[in-house]
């Protein structure tokens, strides 16, 4: 079997490995059309538990992962003045070009090396492959080229974002929620090694308007979020990668494969950043995908059509949970004007309850200090 990745980024690489590793004897091409280090933003945030899924399928990933991230056990809300705690909501946290070069690593220690600056610009240029894995992200050639019949659905956010560094390290994930006069905005920012942190900010598509940013070069836009973010940042500056303003692109597709071309990761579908389960999504659509390929082996004369089935039929539950959190997460964020008026308890409580994957009565167990807090506070 002769298989063509289209992307480099965790998604194929992850793949790849997995598969070169299940002893299929598959002929693995990668291509990337970038260089090998070649990435945009800073951290990758995931919940603490999120890598356990790790653990029994692929252990030595887990353990080569593990040692370079940063761990802490609560978030907090900055709203109103306030710092409000939660406590038991646990995250980690890595660098995106550190995990980058480790799935490199892993890729390698399999025998694959990957074709760096190798852009592939039409599908019949891979008319020679068995299988093709579309993990090109959300600008997918394989999705793109045959939207129809993927089903493709895409549509952006209205909110504006862009992702910053900074050198300040954050002692937990926060959230920072601030009403400027042109209307409400918001940084998620975390460390993601011990000198360094991601500073994501984000605004409802009308106060970027009205704060003029549409006008700013890259200089002035910079020294306008410092301005606002000042008291966050503490002296220290903002740091770009490829930094500049976008809007969340939802993507779906009805279907995940077409004859024998298939996708996993971004290239699939999107889940909005701020629940932090793009990369987990992206690996666990690898293994799901390797696993189908391995268990139909031989079973079907069109084992490969079959597999792919298999792979959509067993995954497509799961995810369509996730990213139906993803979209209510995000649908809160695009709110934040109407919610920022809101005591800051209640904002918290809002604000932990966004994604609709904690019911209230979990709270208790999960987060029982900060749920005292709340009641002691609402109670007066």
């Not at 976008?246 to 579908?269: C, E, H, M, Q």
């Amino acid at each position: 079997m002769r298989v063509a990745v289209l992307g480099a980024g965790p998604a194929g690489l992850y793949f790849a490995y997995l598969l070169r590793r299940s002893h299929l004897g598959a002929e693995i091409d990668v291509f990337e059309q970038n260089p090998a280090d070649a990435t945009f933003g800073f951290g990758v945030v995931f919940s603490q538990r999120a890598l356990d899924f790790l653990k029994q399928d692929d252990a030595p990933t887990h353990d080569a992962i593990l040692p370079h991230m940063e761990q802490w056990q609560d978030l907090t809300i900055a709203h109103r003045g306030k710092v409000t705690p939660i406590d038991g909501i646990g995250f980690t946290a890595i660098g995106r070009l550190e995990l980058l070069r480790l799935f490199q690593d892993r890729a390698r220690s399999v025998g694959i090396e990957p074709h760096y600056n190798s852009p592939i610009d039409r599908l019949d240029a891979l008319d020679q492959y068995d299988l093709v894995v579309g993990a090109d992200g959300v600008n997918s050639l394989v999705r793109n080229s045959l939207a129809q019949e993927f089903g493709a659905t895409i549509s952006t956010l209205g909110n504006k974002f862009i992702w910053y560094g900074t050198k300040k390290p954050y002692d937990a994930l926060t959230q920072t929620f601030l009403e400027t006069e042109h209307g409400a905005v918001t940084a998620h920012h975390y460390r993601f090694k011990p000198d360094m942190s991601t500073f994501i900010i984000e605004m409802g598509g009308e106060t970027w308007e009205r704060s003029g940013f549409a006008q700013m070069g890259e200089t002035e836009t910079i020294e306008r979020c410092q301005e606002i973010f000042a008291e966050q940042l503490d002296g220290h500056k903002l740091i770009t990668n490829n930094s500049h303003w976008r809007n969340f692109p939802k993507i779906s597709t009805a279907t995940w494969s077409v004859g024998k071309y298939v996708l996993v990761g971004d290239a699939l579908r999107t889940a909005h950043y701020s629940i932090g389960s793009g990369t987990r999504l992206a690996m666990e659509d690898g293994i799901a995908l390797v696993r189908a390929l391995f268990d139909h082996r031989g079973e079907h004369p069109n084992e490969i059509r079959v597999a792919l089935q298999a792979y959509e039929a067993a995954r497509r539950p799961v995810v369509e949970t996730l990213v139906t959190a993803a979209n209510m997460s995000a649908d809160w964020y695009e709110r934040m004007d109407e919610l920022i008026s809101l005591d800051p308890y209640d904002f918290a409580y809002s604000y932990i309850q966004r994604s609709g994957r904690v019911a209230a009565e979990s709270l208790d167990k999960l987060s029982p200090k900060f749920m005292a807090a709340y009641r002691a506070n609402t109670a007066h």
